[in-house]
């Protein structure tokens, strides 16, 4: 089993996720090394991701296309990125980074109704106690 993280967003519902070091795993252990960190929300389509992170690692078998409620980590803006459905930029079907993305966990709360509240807010990322 991978990290179960906390996505701690003020007057708001919880994000819990779960790291996954298939796919990324020196993106994975530098991310649990930072724990925990605060971050600022934004929204972009049915995703959500922050501002500068703490992590900083290039690419590591990025992906150009995601699969739902995956949680990515974002090289170019060094951004943390949910996955809750289609970006702006995806075609039908598909959902589409704005550049090639690390592929980190996925997210074990997949309430939509988060990108309502989320945008602007800042979250702080914890390891589940």
Same mark, same amino acid.
């Given at each position: ?19 996954d070091s298939?796919h990324s ?8 090394? =930072? #724990?925990? $960190?605060?971050? /600022? ?5 049915? !995703? @959500? ?7 900083? %690692? ?22 943390? =990125? #949910?996955? $809750?459905?289609? /970006? ?5 079907? !598909? @959902? ?7 592929? %980190? ?15 602007g807010k ?8």
């Amino acid at each position: 089993m991978g990290h179960v993280v906390d996505v701690l967003i003020p007057n708001s519902s919880n994000i819990t996720l779960e790291l996954d070091s298939t796919h990324s795993p020196k993106t994975v252990k530098q991310f649990v090394e =930072c #724990l925990p $960190f605060s971050l /600022t929300l934004n929204v972009w389509g049915d !995703e @959500i991701y922050t501002n500068e992170s703490p992590i900083n %690692i290039s690419e590591e078998d990025a992906k150009s296309t995601v699969a739902l409620y995956d949680v990515a980590y974002w090289p170019t803006g060094r951004a943390i =990125c #949910l996955f $809750f459905g289609p /970006t702006p930029i995806s075609k039908k079907g !598909e @959902i589409t980074p704005a550049s090639p993305v690390n592929v %980190i966990g996925r997210i074990l709360s997949p309430d939509k109704s988060i990108l309502k509240f989320a945008d602007g807010k800042t979250a702080t990322f914890r390891l589940h106690s």
